[in-house]
């Protein structure tokens, strides 16, 4: 067997990092209240989408393995035991097996077995009943075949094919682990799970509050008593609970940097900085909608873009532009800005882009005279609306005319996924900064994810060809090369890469900021209040 990671090994290179850093004496107790700028459709990790459901339930449970909470890039190299002790490949790197820990318990009391994970994915592939609502992240193991136990404490993933990157899915937050005695009806109203925290409420539009898990596995951990998100849709009334003090932290990275001048005035006391979060502001199209099934409409949307102006007015000149994958230095696999330049609508001479975008439009008919007129559907919460508001703007320049349509956020999700939209702005975020997460969830042909049901067999192959890939280098090369391919195709035009900031007050600590997902950092486990 090929050994990647021991538990002891990587327990002591913890301690002997820690020994280089200065004393520090965390403090017991305490409820860590954040707001939280949205109601959750349910609190099942793995049937929503987006991080909202992720941040108010990883305290919950935990994963096999996970990123390393304190390291702020999050990479093969991040990665450390969670329930999991220790795990290993065979030869030919297609069967991954786990140790798992001894003397587990739900939060019911109820051991915690291999079985139990082994349920977790039987639930993701599709092959129980009841099954998920929804599934957002299924194809995510398009390549994973069964999992496999042998007695209660070793599990194993068995692939079809070779995954050098596949344990990076299984360290991301929406990877928990779900206990097989529970429904997921009953996952989404009131969670068990393993995790530093246990569930204690959910009201729909008020609330959420978990209290500290007193059995937990993990020794002296957590230090908080428990954490409460008070749900405030509105943002000014979500600034001033922080100014004021009714809340000692925001929701994670859903301060924009507009907004975050009236923070730093009305808290001037307050610890906050700007991260770049692996999400994008996109425009997705539905490819089978007239008259966007032509491919040279979308094309002309591709050339309107401004991306300069976007991040002008909502990143204040912060250069964050890129394709697919997060562009470097944060992001690990993002195009170089030279090969960018090549791309529809990328290249520096807006108006030459927009000469481009008039002639596509009027080879199908549309001009001055014959405006083509949409609904521009976007998530009704105010990054997205700011953010949909710019674009119609831009699409007026080539002729189209699009009049915003708010969907709430519940039924987002469900609305993209059954196609009933013609053209929208997205938010897509990404929980893990690899290809195989990026590729097979928003542009594989079988995702449920995919919100323009882009489908490309052809390029699909590529997909599978980067992902058997031992050798960095090269499939880097590879990952470059789909990516370029995807915008050119206009698989889902990318605006920008989104910035944001997250802030706390000073005595709350234990926060560490991941830069390349939104998703991984919120176990809370090591979180404290230094009152």
């Given at each position: 067997?090929?050994?990647?990671w021991s ?8 301690v002997?990092l820690l020994a280089?850093?200065?004393?520090c004496?965390?403090?017991n107790?305490g ?7 949205v ?6 990790v793995?049937?929503?989408?987006g991080?909202s459901?992720?941040v108010?339930?990883?305290p ?6 996970l ?7 999050n990479?093969?190299?991040s990665?450390?035991?969670d329930?999991?002790?220790?795990w290993?490949w ?11 820990r ?5 939060h019911?009391g109820t051991p915690f ?7 977790t ?5 599709g092959?129980?009943?009841?099954g998920?609502r ?8 398009h ?10 404490n070793?599990v ?5 094919r070779p ?6 899915l299984l360290a ?14 009953q996952?989404?109203?009131h969670?068990i799970g393993?995790?530093p925290f246990?569930?204690l ?9 978990l ?5 937990y596995w993990?020794t ?8 409460e998100f008070?749900?405030i ?5 979500q600034?001033?609970?922080?100014a004021?003090?009714?809340v000692d932290?925001?929701f994670p990275n859903?301060?924009?940097?507009p907004?975050l001048?009236?923070?730093?005035i009305?808290?001037p006391?307050?610890?906050c900085?700007?991260y770049?979060i692996?999400a ?16 040279n409409l ?10 300069k ?6 990143l204040?000149g912060?250069?964050?532009?890129g394709?697919a994958?997060?562009?470097p230095p ?5 195009m170089p800005p030279?090969m960018l330049?090549t791309?529809?609508?990328y290249g520096p ?11 596509l ?5 549309y001009g001055p005279?014959?405006r083509?007129?949409?609904?521009l559907?976007?998530?009704?919460v105010?990054?997205d609306?700011?953010s949909a ?5 831009q ?5 189209i005319?699009?009049?915003?349509d ?7 999700f469900?609305?993209?996924t059954?196609g009933a939209?013609t053209?929208?702005l ?6 893990v ?5 990026m590729?097979?969830e928003?542009y594989?042909?079988?995702s449920e994810n ?10 699909e192959?590529l997909f599978?060809?980067q992902s058997m890939e031992?050798?960095q ?12 391919r ?8 990318i605006i920008?890469?989104?910035?944001s ?5 000073p005595y709350v600590?234990g926060?560490a900021m991941?830069?390349?997902s ?11 209040l230094?009152?």
């Open positions: 067997m090929n050994r990647v538990a002891g090994v990587g327990w002591l290179l913890s002997a280089f850093q200065p004393a004496a965390q403090q107790g409820i860590l209240r954040l707001y939280h700028w109601s959750p459709a349910s609190m099942s793995h049937e929503e989408a991080y459901a992720s108010s339930g990883m919950i449970f935990n994963n096999l393995v990123y390393k909470q304190d390291v702020p890039q990479s093969l190299s990665i450390v035991p329930i999991a002790t220790e290993s065979n030869d030919n790197r297609t069967v991954l097996t786990f140790q798992l001894s003397g587990v318990k739900w019911d077995t291999a079985k139990d994970v082994k349920c994915w039987d639930l993701v592939l092959n129980t009943t009841p998920l929804l599934n957002p992240r299924k194809a995510w193991y390549n994973l075949r069964e999992v496999t136990t042998d007695g209660d070793r194993a993933f068995h692939l079809d995954q050098p990157a596949f344990i990076a991301s937050g929406v990877s928990p682990i779900y206990p097989c005695h529970v429904t997921p009806a996952m989404r109203q969670p393993t995790g246990k569930f409420e959910f009201k729909p539009n008020e609330s959420i509050k209290v500290r898990n007193p059995e993990k002296n951990r957590p230090y908080l008593d428990g954490i008070t749900i849709p509105n943002r000014s009334t600034i001033l609970a922080f004021s003090g009714k932290m925001t859903q301060v924009s940097l907004l001048k009236d923070v730093k009305q808290a006391q307050a610890v900085d700007v770049p692996n994008t502001r996109d425009v997705i199209i539905n490819r089978t909608r007239s008259p966007f099934d032509n491919p979308r094309r002309a949307i591709a050339f309107a873009i401004d991306h102006t976007f991040t002008d007015i909502l204040e912060r250069r964050s532009t394709g994958l997060m562009p944060d992001g690990v696999w993002g030279e330049a791309l529809p609508g001479d807006l108006e030459k882009n927009r000469t481009e975008a008039h002639k439009m009027q080879s199908v008919g005279d014959n083509l007129k949409v609904k559907a976007t998530r009704n105010a990054p609306r700011d508001v710019i674009l119609t703007d699409l007026k320049q080539i002729y005319d699009a009049e915003l708010p969907i709430e956020m519940a039924n987002w469900p609305m993209v059954r939209y053209i929208g997205n938010t897509t975020a990404n929980a900064d690899d290809p195989d997460q590729f097979y928003n594989s042909c079988r995919n919100a323009t049901k882009y489908c490309n067999p052809d390029l192959k599978n060809q031992a050798d280098e090269k499939r880097r090369g590879l990952v470059w090369e789909i990516d370029k995807l915008q050119e195709d206009v698989a889902r035009p920008y890469h989104i910035r900031s997250t802030c706390w007050q600590k926060i991941m830069v390349n939104i998703f991984n950092g919120w176990r809370f486990e090591d979180a404290w230094a009152r």
